[in-house]
């Protein structure tokens, strides 16, 4: 599957309708909305930037990945609910004790 694929399929599955693929950037487009200063596209490749990526595995409740410990209901509620702080502490905590053990 090309990374275009690969971009459209999470796209489809995160629901993110209406937004397509900018061959000339490489990445998704959102539909045009409003902005201050007239109409606007947002831009989205999980395969490039972190960010999104976590955001795209949060959205998906992606909350287990071979690299790190699933983050709980209790680490989620250790951090006011916040299952993106969650994921990111439950990395950091897997990052350290991998450290540990080298």
């Not at 993110?16 to 000339?24: F, N, P, Q």
């Not at 006011?80 to 053990?101: H, K, M, N, P, S």
Request: proline share 6%.
């Amino acid at each position: 599957m090309s990374d275009r694929e690969l971009l459209e399929a999470a796209a489809r599955a995160a629901g993110m309708e209406g937004w397509t693929w900018k061959d000339s950037w490489g990445c998704m487009k959102s539909p045009p909305r409003k902005s201050p200063h007239g109409l606007t596209h947002a831009f989205w490749n999980p395969l490039e930037d972190d960010g999104e990526a976590l955001r795209l595995a949060v959205k998906m409740s992606m909350h287990c990945v071979d690299a790190f410990p699933v983050p709980s209901m209790a680490l989620i509620k250790e951090c006011g609910g916040d299952e993106y702080a969650a994921t990111r502490r439950a990395i950091v905590r897997a990052a350290a004790q991998l450290g540990e053990e080298q």
